[in-house]
């Protein structure tokens, strides 16, 4: 019986110190924790270049068979996107309406070469229009001019005829000034009736001017597909905007660009004239120095010819490059063919939340015997 109060001691004992330690634990777990704490890490200046979101991107793409046909039942299935190297979640394709931007170059600085076919001797050998002469050149059967006016504005006006009734239409002329020729509509007669009123040709060339208003106009389209429409040779001599800022607007325009060359229509042209001088004309000081001036043009049409294939390529859009003008002038029928047949494809992407730099984009065809043709890159901040 003695031992018990002692017992009864320890016990109690105990039961203070489990008290204790039960009370402390809690402290202790703070305080390790804490030891993260005291000295936290500074948040870097460019946290928010961290941050990332997820966001529907719009890419404009045409598909083909393996005979070149137009693919009309496109699916998501069919194609995978590659962006920076990552693969991307396609969510949908579909058929919309388009706004088309035409946009003329009818500068003239080296010549009326864009005007239509000159009527010089050792022309075409096998168009019917034509006939050997007596000096073995060819000659024009007929003496009537070959085109009743102007071939950029016939051209255009075959656009306009040939033009889908769903789709918005704008025009741009550009020579010694930039000018909006028509403002978007639906209305095709209008816009018909500004060709034959506003039409301008002029000497000069304002190409970068012209192509810094296409991309404004082309941030204008809230809705529909953005293409441009571009007619020219790609040379400049007047402009205010720069090369590289003009590039870089319509770039992040995000339109896809069809581009229509005058390059070998010009070429041809001009080699037509430099032998007619040649053969017809007296050699003398202006000759020689009309004869340079060609010669250095056509030194400079390869480079921007390689330019505009270069920026409809980029673009997703097409390069056409006729070689004779009754081919120029059924070039609306191809253009609009081809821009009818181009889907708009939607893809998840994520970027960082400040992030203004251009992207690389590959479309790779899922499907048989599929060709496609898509932009190669786009603005992140879109």
Request: glycine share 4%.
């Amino acid at each position: 019986m003695s031992q018990e109060p002692e017992r009864r001691k320890v016990e109690a004992g105990a039961k203070i110190l489990a008290t204790i330690f039960v009370c402390l634990l809690p402290l202790s777990l703070l305080a390790q924790s804490g030891r993260k704490t005291q000295n936290p890490q500074k948040p870097t200046e460019n946290k928010a270049d961290l941050r990332i979101e997820t966001r529907e991107v719009r890419l404009p793409i045409r598909a083909y068979n393996n005979v070149g046909k137009s693919i009309t039942d496109l699916a998501p299935k069919d194609v995978v996107i590659i962006e920076d190297g990552t693969a991307r979640q396609t969510t949908s394709v579909k058929l919309e309406p388009a706004n088309i931007l035409l946009v003329l170059d009818l500068s003239n600085e080296i010549g009326t070469f864009k005007n239509g076919e000159s009527d010089r001797t050792n022309i075409y050998s096998d168009d019917k229009g034509y006939e050997k002469g007596e000096w073995g050149d060819m000659i024009p059967r007929k003496s009537t001019a070959i085109l009743p006016q102007p071939a950029a504005r016939e051209f255009a006006y075959n656009f306009v005829n040939t033009l889908a009734e769903t789709d918005r239409l704008a025009i741009i002329q550009y020579s010694d000034k930039v000018q909006l020729l028509q403002d978007w509509t639906n209305d095709h007669k209008q816009a018909r009736e500004a060709l034959a009123s506003k039409f301008r040709i002029g000497i000069k060339s304002t190409f970068h001017d012209a192509l810094a208003l296409a991309a404004k106009k082309m941030n204008e389209c809230e809705s529909g597909r953005r293409v441009v429409v571009l007619l020219s040779d790609g040379f400049d001599s007047a402009s205010k905007t720069t090369r590289n800022k003009s590039l870089d607007a319509l770039m992040k325009s995000e339109a896809s660009i069809f581009v229509v060359s005058w390059t070998e229509l010009l070429r041809s042209e001009i080699i037509k004239t430099m032998q007619w001088y040649g053969a017809h004309e007296k050699q003398d000081n202006r000759n020689y120095k009309r004869q340079g001036e060609l010669r250095a043009f056509l030194h400079q049409l390869d480079g921007k010819e390689t330019e505009l294939k270069s920026l409809a390529e980029l673009t997703g859009g097409e390069f056409y490059l006729p070689t004779r003008f009754r081919i120029f002038l059924q070039q609306p029928a191809d253009i609009l063919r081809d821009i009818g047949s181009q889907y708009t494809l939607t893809y998840l992407t994520e970027r960082e939340f400040v992030d203004t730099s251009f992207r690389s984009v590959q479309v790779i065809a899922a499907r048989s015997g599929m060709t496609v043709k898509a932009r190669q890159r786009r603005y992140s901040s879109d």
